[in-house]
């Protein structure tokens, strides 16, 4: 049998005949026409033609009326790449109407052209010799306009407070004041420091900006000079463009995807991309071995079961394929870290900006205080009574600012 790529879309309409629908769906995105086709055409074309795999209509007694649709699509039509398969299935039929893509799974074959995430969660944890609890990731914030001296001194002061992990915000470019090089030399020079008080390891995702036709020169430049990961804005620039950085050799360093531009695509109930597919398949498909998203509780909102639809889209069994971190993030504060152990267990990476810079005590306090609220979660300990604990006054201000939720 030929292998099939299979599309689920939720189409609405109050009054469509949804199986017509269906079959100008898989018809008109494969062979274009049938029932015209002479028989002798039909045999040969056969191959090609999309099938309905099943059509489920709804009808709720309040809200709008819909069918989730399946289709599968022979690989034989497109290239073993992203960009060809979403043409294929979500490109004209994108503007079609009120219909959203909102599952995705490719045959065996497709994704034996895709190597995935070089590193994947196992190999994160690898690289900084930490397996049993969440990881901890630190976002720079104030970095436009300011120069190598402060960003090192920025970097410090995460580092300090016992991260993991610290990433680019992902709105510094290549710049006069921070070009890549010297940024990875002056943050990699102060991540050593720290380790030296901390005893712990570090990896930090310098943000990979510039035309497309330079990135990968870039990227062995930023390694070059000292990168031990790269941050990339992958939305912006297509799945396609991360699958060549991720598989190329001599980019060696895993690879944290920004979810940057995500809101245009899976918020609308109607329209665009589901998360689990936008943040999830795909980014784990084009090999990203940490995936940001937002949470489903701090400032950027996505609602809970979309969210953990992400999750195990990046850690379900594959065959082929590592898994990839999943880092919920946007407006975490220490309060928040039950809900998130909670909700994703301990393969997660806890990250935040405002939430370690914006720590009453200052930056360095800001880690701890998340460090601290790990430890609580893990132990089954509610998180103000740890705080009460001596050695916990930094999660104690974290909590007395922000609030706990658990
Ligand atoms: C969903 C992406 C979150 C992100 O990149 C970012 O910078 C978050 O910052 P905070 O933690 O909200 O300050």
Known sequence: MNQ?????????????????????????LTVGSWTELPEARKAEMEKHLGKVLSVDVHEPACGERYADIRIAYPDINFSRDIPALLVTIFGKLSMDGKIKLIDLDVSEEFQSAFPGPKFGLEGVRQLLGVHDRP????????????????????????????????????????????????????????????????????LYAVNLTGPTSQLANQARKAIAAGANALLFNVLSYGYDVLHELSKDPEINVPIAAHPALAGAFYPSPHYGI?????????????????????????????????????????????????????????????????????????????????????????????????????????????????????????????????????
């Open 4 to 28: 099939m790529c299979v599309a689920t879309y939720r189409s609405y309409d109050e009054k469509a005949d949804f199986d017509k629908k269906a079959l100008s769906i898989a018809v008109g």
């Open 135 to 202: 990881l901890l990731m630190s976002i720079f914030k104030s970095v436009v306009g300011h120069d190598l001296p402060n960003l090192q001194e920025q970097f410090y002061k995460q580092a300090l407070g016992g991260v993991d992990l610290i990433k680019d915000d992902e709105i510094l470019f290549e710049n006069p004041l921070t070009p890549l090089e010297k940024r990875v030399e002056v943050c990699m020079e102060a991540a050593r420091k720290a380790q030296q008080e901390t005893g712990q390891k570090l």
């Open 274 to 406: 589901g998360a689990s597919v936008l943040l999830g398949k795909l980014m784990r498909l084009a090999g990203a071995d940490l995936v940001l998203f937002p949470s489903p509780y701090g400032s950027v909102v996505m609602p809970k079961e979309e969210n953990l639809a992400v999750k195990d889209a990046l850690l379900a069994p594959s065959s082929t394929l590592r898994t990839s971190f999943p880092v919920p993030s946007a407006g975490i504060h220490p309060g928040l870290v039950p809900l998130i152990l909670r909700d994703f267990g301990t393969d997660v990476v806890v990250n935040a900006g405002g939430g370690i810079h914006g720590h009453p005590m200052g930056t360095a306090a800001g880690g701890q205080a998340f460090r601290s609220a790990i430890t609580a979660a893990m132990n089954g300990v509610p998180l103000r009574e740890a705080a009460a604990q001596p050695g916990n006054e930094a999660l104690q201000a974290a909590i007395d600012a922000w609030g706990s939720k658990e």
